[in-house]
């Protein structure tokens, strides 16, 4: 079971940082990613975390967003700076067990969390 939270009002140019808490499985063992869906859109890849700490993200997000993990938490986190209006959506985060290879792609994921809304104003 994954819980995210952290979403909120933000303007353009600030920051916040979402979690995202994991209970049920061995956490550590798990590739855990974040996720996003505007209205009307496909839920987009965010940024991704393996359970050896690899991390990728999209292109429109580097250098602004920061994906980690608390293994001793079952927690994950997303530290996105610098946010922009085109940021806004629900933010989901997501867990795969493959421990071979992660993926960028929605549907290669086991878990998902309920999904924590980011607002960006201009």
């Known amino acids: 079971q994954l819980q995210a939270y952290g979403g ?10 979402l ?11 798990l590739t855990m990613g974040w996720f996003r869906q ?16 690899t991390t990728y993200y999209a292109d ?9 993990r608390d293994n001793a938490k079952n927690t994950v ?7 922009k209006p085109e940021d806004t959506a629900v933010y989901y985060c997501a ?9 960028t792609t929605a549907r290669g994921y086991d878990y998902w969390g309920q999904g924590t809304q980011v ?4």
């Open 8 to 17: 909120g009002l933000v303007q353009a140019g600030g920051s916040l940082r």
């Open 19 to 29: 979690s995202c808490a994991a209970s049920g499985r061995t956490f550590s063992r």
């Open 38 to 53: 505007a209205p009307g859109a496909e839920r987009d890849f965010v940024a991704v975390i393996t359970w050896s700490g």
């Open 60 to 68: 429109s997000v580097k250098g602004r967003f920061t994906i980690s």
């Open 77 to 83: 986190y997303l530290q996105m700076n610098s946010l």
């Open 95 to 103: 867990a795969d067990t493959d421990i071979i290879a992660f993926t």
């Open 119 to 122: 607002t960006v104003s201009s």
